[in-house]
């Protein structure tokens, strides 16, 4: 027996590929089939079952593809209805692959079909536990993601979950290893771990939400508290698992077409196709495709792609490093952006070669920043991180932005006035600004550099300014 986390840190996900004897089970597998085919061939191993922990909200599944391509089964538990067809299991069942049994327990809480996958092995001893969503490292899933799919508050599903948690997986021995879907980083959660996986044991003592003593009534409560809205594109990418979607592989042949300068500048001129550049953020700012928004490979991509671009029918060609193209097809594939029509032949470096019209964003660090604000306290600045960050410390006199919701906002600032964005490090803000830049805010400089460093400057630094974006 063989159990292998394939974990992608864009996504904080982890599949999971599991072998016995000849047969294999991939657990949560993302939406590219060749990490579970790969390991199938080199290990000699036969596909056996798809097992799906519930309708993921945070990505596209690769379930409907690998089933395609190996006849294996899709397994869902209890309630989970889909167009496709699939394999609806009951709580207890039993699966068999090779010598070992994956018994299924329905959790639900994180939503109503919410399914944890017991791993026996040959001796049936209980060795470790595939939780999805349902237990985290540190956390649990939040209980409010599918409650507009059905009349359930989410309380109720707090309530599930609590259910769940203290029926199925608490009285478990202290040894099984649990494995979740998800480590920090994903809004899946509120604060989870960048552990990936533990001793259910070891979460007994630390988990909050496992301690023994705590009520129904404190666990609905600690939960539910603090909340964000998810990210919107959450529901559309639910409704894709329940309803299936298009082979990954035709959006790559689609999607990673390499365009001479003619045909992008072409795309680039239509106001229904997206620019996006993909780059590091220095590289960006020195100089980019007129339009262009910039969100880069290299950091949490998918997620502030479905949270930052609302319609995933939207088209869109890329400005790529060389060599990561296909990547960037692949990354947007994996939330349900399935219409990319190519990227730019020779990426940037060839845009500037033929000649073409580029745009740049005014950039400073901090120890600049830092200058100006002393002179001038009236100075405008747009503070684009997460109501946590800022709740925690802000300049005193900013204004909160939160990158996150900037398309709900966009009236609470004006195009003629000058600002100063920053967040954390840069990254963000240069996000931001592509934003502002392209729908006409032309006077914004941003800042590069860490937020530590602005505190220690000697700025007037608060905790409690009220937040114009919640």
Known sequence: MNIEQIYTGCLAQGAYFIESDGEAAVIDPLRETAPYLDRAKRKNVKIKYIFETHFHADFV?????LANKTGATIIYGPKAKTAFEKHESFD???FKVGKITIRVLHTP????????YLLLDENGKEKAIFTGDTLFIGDVGRPDLAQKATDLTKEDLAGWLFDSLRTKIMPLPDDVTVYPAHGAGSACGKNMSSETWDSLGHQKKTNYALRADMTREEFIKEVTDGLLPPPQYFAKNAALNKSGISSVDEVMARGARALNVKEFEVLADDDDILVLDVRDKVSFVKGFVPGS???SLDGSFAPWVGSLIPDL???IILVTPEGREEEAVKRLARVGYDHS???LQGGYKSWVEAGKKVETI???DVAEFVKVRTKDESINILDVRKPGEWEASHISTAQHFALDYINDHMSEISPTKEYYIHCMSGNRSTIA???LKARGYNHLINVHGPFDDIKESGLSISGSCPSLVK
Not at 109 to 116: I, K, L, Q, V
């Open 313 to 315: 029918k939207q088209k």
């Open 92 to 94: 207890g069942e039993e």
């Open 433 to 435: 600004a592509s934003i």
């Open 362 to 364: 005014e950039t400073i």
């Open 109 to 116: 809480g994180h939503t109503p079909e919410s399914t944890c």
């Open 61 to 65: 599944s690769g379930h409907l593809d």
């Open 293 to 295: 928004i910039y969100i």
């Open 341 to 343: 029509l190519g990227y």
